[in-house]
């Protein structure tokens, strides 16, 4: 297989990337009190050593009581965690990787009372779940400012502890994703109404990020279109519809869209071989990374149930990446199991490459 796709250089603004692979964002929940620590530097090291040519960490939650939804998910605010985060960039950089961190709000996704602030109920557009039952509280217009200031300030400390470019979590069913979405947004006052309208939010979120790091900084924004909550929602059904949601969050400042889909070799839209990567970078003239299963046979949904994924062949990948549909790949499980891997595929091993076992979640070495 040749995969000189994957190793060619990319370059973006301040961002220069040895190579098209991306370690995609995977919550580790190891990290005491919201501080990481030695081994999470090294974890990362150890992948950027091997031919990653950009990390983006797992998210790491800002400032907000409610942000987070368990004490071991790291933080990106109180000066303990910055200067964990601190030393995990210089162990990135001390084998010449680059690295981002993913900033992040849970929104409903955390249960109301829950640790490390189990005093306050979770926030939300609406406080209503997809079903249409009442779950925390809806965010008022003092709440959202201050969480937008939030994003703003900790992307301000990205640049400050010397990270190479920022992303912000926009998918997945989180909060800024449930402004998206029509089935948790229900407002009727500037952050709510039609597609175009609720990402009003994203956007805001987008500028304060973009005001707070130079200009030739990058700025990542990650979407889907499907849900946790519901696996079989989707903000747009058509590629106008996604273009209409796409617009206003390119227009606030993205660089790079990630867009985060379940297997990237499925078509986003009828009539078009193209995934949402390639829709995007389509639609909106921006670099798009691609994620979903890359290197396995199946979805991460059957790792929750114990199941093993086999690996894949990458030659479809690496087609539709020599043939420009999308710039960079975001690689997940098949990372999270073999440090080595984007090493062996650089260094034609690929019989040595692994199948995804789920148990390599209670060890992420």
Not at 17 to 33: H, K
Not at 120 to 146: N, W, Y
């Amino acid at each position: 297989m040749a995969a000189d796709a994957l190793f060619q250089p990319f370059s973006l603004g301040s961002l220069h990337l040895a190579n098209r692979i991306v370690m995609a964002p995977m919550t580790r929940q190891m990290s005491p009190q919201g501080v990481p620590g030695e081994d999470v530097a090294k974890y990362y090291q150890r992948r950027a050593a091997n031919h990653v040519g950009l990390i983006i960490t797992e998210g790491t939650t800002i400032d907000r009581p409610a942000a987070s939804m368990n004490i071991n998910i790291p933080n990106f605010y109180s000066p303990e965690a910055l200067a964990g985060w601190k030393k995990t960039v210089d162990a990135v950089h001390a084998v010449g990787g680059k690295i981002a961190p993913q900033l992040w709000h849970v929104g409903q996704a955390r249960p109301d009372h829950n640790i490390p602030n189990p005093d306050i109920v979770s926030e939300s557009p609406f406080g209503l779940t997809h079903e249409g039952i009442a779950r925390g509280q809806a965010m008022s217009e003092e709440d959202i400012a201050d969480t937008i200031s939030a994003f703003g300030k900790a992307a301000k400390a990205a640049v400050e502890i010397g990270f190479d470019a920022v992303e912000i979590h926009g998918a997945h069913g989180y909060l800024i994703d449930q402004f998206f979405w029509d089935q948790m947004n229900k407002r009727t006052d500037r952050y709510g109404g039609d597609l175009t309208g609720r990402t009003r939010f994203g956007q805001e979120v987008i500028k304060a990020v973009r005001e707070n790091v130079p200009a030739d900084f990058p700025v990542i924004f990650r979407f889907s279109l499907w849900k946790q909550q519901d696996y079989k929602a989707s903000l747009a059904q058509t590629p106008d519809e996604l273009a209409r949601f796409l617009a206003p969050l390119s227009e606030a400042g993205v660089d790079i869209f990630h867009a985060s889909s379940r297997r990237f070799w499925e078509p986003s839209f009828e009539g078009s071989s193209l995934n949402l990567a390639g829709w995007t970078k389509k639609l909106t003239g921006k670099p798009a990374i691609t994620v979903g299963s890359v290197g396995l046979n199946s979805d991460f949904f059957g790792a929750f149930r114990g199941e093993v994924s086999e690996k894949s062949d990458l030659s479809t990948l690496i087609e539709r990446l020599d043939a420009d549909e999308f710039d960079l790949v975001g690689v997940g499980r098949a990372l999270l199991s073999d440090p080595q891997w984007a090493t062996k595929i650089y260094e034609a091993r690929e019989d040595e490459l692994q199948d995804y076992n789920p148990e390599a979640l209670k060890v992420l070495t």
